[in-house]
């Protein structure tokens, strides 16, 4: 196997687009990740989406992308693992390229969510549950991360409030993203006060959805540098599941797949969790954070609300997340959500994050969760220039 590199990183801002079409917004991404490349030509495009088809009417967006963007005639697919797409698709394009069948390929989240009515997209969003014994039964994903949230309460002794660093945490370091959906810090009282949904998740312990598309290059470590001074390398990207369902699952409160995922990944790359300078996790609510943190490594079984608590995952911390913002406050384009994170890690990792950039940042680790743990991409990068 080859080693891998990312040589060139795109993204749009998060938002609502009502005036670009899916289509637009992919091509946007792919263009800005290959003229950061300094390439013309790709072998393949991984298209990471999940909800094309219900919400814009539209499948087969490997084609449609690859052909807006003047590529006819690449290879050109759609990787589709719920949330889970955007570093699916990156999974996709690093075997690719390790295993010598492309040179150059384009790995891409994009995700329209906004032209719809919220009961749409919440029906939608909901297809990545089990469909006859959770979305059947009235359960959405706001509801699934609720019942969540409060069994980890009652588990371990905290309160709703207590979860309140990650939120504050997210929306602090968006301030400096200028692809961040929000710019606005919020405070602890405004955490306290902020509308309930589905107790005790509050609007503020949730990510909004969004349009967006972000889009990495990659290619062999060997002639990385001859497209930038700046590579990135791959040193791991892993998949793991679990059951769809949450009340399969051996443990509700453990992301299983999320600690499968992350053994691979630390395997592969030789490396543990003490090795990290950054994590991005998949905060789509805040329960998810503290139990992306426990799965991977980073605190034992109830302590990531604690991690949180004692300021170990802000910058300068010994954990920091969420350093552009995460899924709270960047946004979450669901297939993008992915992507977006590598891009931010790479941005980390080539120092190229302005105010929001962490001291001497070297081996990053981002994980993207499909549903609510059933599916889980791992993905390691490292600096190396």
């Known amino acids: 196997m080859r080693d891998v590199s990312i040589i060139g990183i795109g993204q ?41 088809g219900e919400l ?82 009235g359960l959405s994903f706001v509801s699934i991360n609720a019942l969540l949230m409060r069994r980890y309460m009652h588990e371990h002794g905290y309160t709703k409030d207590d979860f309140a660093p990650f939120a504050i945490n997210a929306h602090a370091n968006a301030v400096n993203n200028p ?35 972000a889009c990495v290059i990659l290619a062999p470590t060997a002639i990385a540098r001859e497209f930038t001074e700046k590579p990135v390398r791959v040193r791991a990207s892993a998949i793991a599941t ?24 630390y395997s592969a790359a030789g490396v543990g969790p003490a090795d990290m300078d950054l994590f991005e996790v998949h905060d789509a609510f805040t329960i998810m954070s ?33 350093t552009m913002g995460g899924l709270k406050a960047r946004g979450h384009p669901v297939g993008a959500t992915g992507m977006y994170q590598l891009v931010e890690l790479a941005t980390q990792l080539r120092g190229e994050a302005g105010k929001s950039q962490l001291a001497n940042a070297r081996l990053g680790m981002a994980q993207n969760i499909g549903g609510s743990g059933a599916t889980v991409v791992t993905t390691i990068l490292e600096s190396s220039f």
């Open 12 to 52: 749009v801002e998060v938002g609502e687009h009502w005036d670009k079409s899916l289509r637009e917004l992919g091509y946007y991404a792919l263009n800005a990740a290959m003229r950061d490349a300094c390439i013309q030509h790709i072998d393949s495009l991984y298209v990471g989406n999940m909800l094309s």
């Open 56 to 137: 814009t009417g539209q499948e087969h967006i490997g084609s449609i992308i690859a052909d807006f963007a003047g590529l006819r005639g690449v290879e050109a697919v759609k990787i589709e693992a719920a949330c889970g797409s955007g570093a699916a698709a990156l999974r996709m394009g690093y075997i690719a390229v390790a295993g010598g069948m492309s040179d150059f390929v384009a790995c891409m989240g994009v995700e329209k969510m906004t032209d719809r009515q919220g009961n749409t997209v919440t029906s939608a969003l909901a297809m990545a549950a089990d469909g006859d014994y959770e979305a059947l039964h």
């Open 179 to 213: 692809y961040a959906m929000f710019h606005n810090p919020i405070t602890r009282k405004q955490f306290t006060e902020s509308k309930m949904i589905a107790d005790p998740v509050s609007l503020l312990d949730s990510s909004p959805i969004a349009d967006g598309a």
């Open 242 to 265: 679990d059951s769809v369902a949450v009340h399969d699952r051996r443990d509700p409160l453990f992301l299983e797949g999320g600690a499968i995922s992350a053994q691979k990944a």
């Open 290 to 322: 503290a139990l992306s943190l426990e799965a991977a490594g980073f605190a034992s079984r109830g302590k990531g609300v604690a991690l949180a608590q004692e300021g170990q995952i802000m910058p300068g911390g010994r954990i920091p997340i969420t």
